[in-house]
């Protein structure tokens, strides 16, 4: 079966300075997709950014960027120019494309809770 | 214009009660999704529904039982509400099985 790791339940960086998250995940599968969602105090799932296994280049959304290191199953996030309103609980996700009955399913890690200090 | 809408955001409740927790998406999307988030914030899938047919059905208790009306909407239902309940639960939904899911506000039900 599929998982995600989290490692790091909680992060924090100053304002304006620049912090990764990471996520390691196990599956046998080539064919996926990673993606990591933002939930603020809100509570709204916000699609921050995603990658498609297939490709080699690393997502990047403004001051979001992956490295995907697909041989070690790692899929870190870097948010560049922290802001007070990155502060939130970011969840690494993984969707199997080919497999049975799990196809199509987002599986979560457990999420890591970044604070951002003014 | 709201993508994916969920009605009621907040739910408090008896044990034993039946209770409905509404999703709607406006997004033309062909699947749709219910997921669980526990008290420690973890997440995890419980039902999709892809052209009003359930593909995927996780390991939870048949006391929930999704309904689909129609394409736009994806309602849950509890019978029996127990304790353990008690969680956010959130609607999804995304084009097909492979595209990316986009997320309702989340109904946070309270079981006493």
């Known amino acids: 079966a599929q998982t995600v790791t989290q490692s790091q339940p909680e992060m924090s960086v100053q304002e304006a300075e620049t912090v990764t998250l990471s996520c390691t995940y196990d599956?046998?599968?080539?064919?996926?997709?990673l993606f990591w969602y933002k939930q603020p105090p809100s509570r709204q799932m916000i699609l921050v950014i995603r990658?498609?296994?297939?490709?080699?280049q690393n997502a990047t959304e403004n001051r979001f960027s992956v490295n995907f290191q697909k041989a070690a199953k790692s899929f870190s996030l870097k948010i560049s120019d922290s802001q007070l309103g990155d502060a939130a609980m970011y969840f690494c996700a993984y969707r199997a494309l080919n497999y049975g009955g799990s196809q199509g399913n987002l599986i979560f890690g457990k999420g890591t809770k970044l604070s951002v200090k003014p | 214009d709201t993508a994916v809408s969920q009605t009621p955001k907040y739910l408090v409740t008896q044990m034993g009660n039946d209770k409905s927790i509404k999703c709607e998406q406006n997004?033309?999307?062909?699947?749709m999704y219910w997921y669980k988030q526990d008290s420690k914030k973890f997440l995890k899938i419980m039902f999709s529904y892809n052209n009003k047919e359930l593909i995927i059905n996780e390991t939870v208790p048949n006391r929930f039982s999704p309904k689909s009306p129609d394409k736009a909407h994806l309602n849950l239902h509890i019978n029996s509400l127990e304790l353990g309940d008690s969680a956010v639960y959130f609607c999804a939904s995304s084009q097909n099985l492979r595209q990316t899911q986009y997320f309702g506000p989340g109904t946070r039900l309270l079981v006493l």
């Open positions: 997004l033309g999307h062909d699947t």
């Open positions: 599956t046998s599968e080539s064919d996926y997709y």
């Open positions: 990658q498609e296994a297939y490709k080699q």
